[in-house]
């Protein structure tokens, strides 16, 4: 390349702030996956804006590739082992969206507890014609027990939000923190006994091979009929299919997703049309100053890689057999 030309760098659906943080100095390419691709041969660097996937067969065709940029943390679209075998970097942007993904915890368990989303929908329709107290009865949040399943970044920031309505707080991790339990006053629960004893959980862990599927129908067996389950961490850690049972079978009492397997789900499926399931399209992070720093880590990410400098926020593949 000479000095006039702009730096070739993929990405699809970027927002213009994000350009803009570019500059005028990078060329965005729309992103093609395809064999072929003249856009992919010629990236030296890639944007993961809305989780494309990125694999070992699509780095294959990118030759120049000098760093993989992700818009986000979580990383379970992108091969890491692939990437690090290449030795193309990939970054993420950690501990920026922590606290308005926490807000989205506490907003989607207040809503399904509180009846928010079915009595908007009342409000506005004809049939209300008149107050009557009798209707849409939810339940007390303030006092009740709160399993967090993923004590991370994002689960302690749910567990301090939960104090304010004394809420009794369970977590589950492979492994206790004591740290944490000293600090935010929680208590750790085996995943079964956190399962029968709380009136909300709440999934706050990565996706992984052990969490996939671990919200199932053996799971939803060992919750309380009243129990509400809030989803914003993955879509596949919770089985699809079990959760349509429990839920059409009043197992459950509700669950609140803003993440669903598949994201979206196609339209006419069978979970859009229950009434006791609140849906939103992946939010958690969908605050202005967070998103505004993601942006930001982001180019901060794919800038360091394209002159091979560290990555300020580098992701590495896990190594076996370590403890988590």
Request: proline share 8%; glycine share 8%; charged share 20%.
């Amino acid at each position: 390349m000479t000095r006039m030309e702009k730096t070739p760098v993929m990405g699809d659906g970027l927002p213009p702030e994000l350009i803009e943080l570019l500059g005028p100095g990078v060329e965005v390419l729309p992103w093609d996956a395809s064999v072929g691709s003249p856009a992919l041969a010629r990236a030296v660097g890639l944007i993961t804006y809305g989780h494309p996937v990125v694999d070992g067969p699509l780095l294959d065709r990118a030759p120049q590739l000098k760093v993989v940029s992700n818009h986000g943390v979580g990383v379970d679209h992108i091969d890491l082992p692939a990437a690090e075998m290449r030795r193309i970097p990939v970054g993420n942007t950690p501990g920026c969206l922590d606290a308005a993904t926490a807000d989205m915890t506490l907003a989607l368990l207040l809503a399904a507890a509180r009846n928010v989303v079915v009595g908007d929908r009342f409000a506005h329709s004809p049939e209300f014609t008149h107050y009557d107290p009798s209707i849409l009865i939810g339940r007390e949040v303030t006092g009740a027990t709160l399993g967090i399943i993923g004590l991370g970044r994002i689960g302690r920031q749910v567990a301090r939000r939960a104090r304010a309505f004394d809420m009794r707080v369970l977590y589950h991790n492979r492994h206790r923190d004591a740290a944490a339990e000293s600090e935010l006053g929680v208590a750790w629960a085996a995943f079964d006994d956190l399962l029968a004893a709380s009136d909300f959980i709440t999934l706050n862990c990565p996706l992984t091979p052990a969490t996939t599927g671990l919200i199932s129908t053996a799971a939803f067996a060992r919750m309380k009929p009243t129990a509400i389950l809030v989803n914003v961490a993955r879509g596949p850690v919770v089985d699809s299919d079990a959760l349509y049972a429990a839920l059409s079978a009043r197992q459950i009492a509700a669950a609140a997703l803003d993440v669903t397997d598949p994201e979206p789900l196609p339209r006419g499926h069978k979970l859009l049309g229950l009434p006791n399931l609140i849906i939103t399209p992946h939010l958690g992070s969908a605050a202005d100053r967070t998103r505004r720093r993601m942006q930001e880590m982001t180019v901060e990410n794919l800038r360091a890689g394209l002159v091979g400098r560290e990555l300020p926020w580098r992701v590495r593949p896990p190594v076996k057999g370590a403890a988590s």
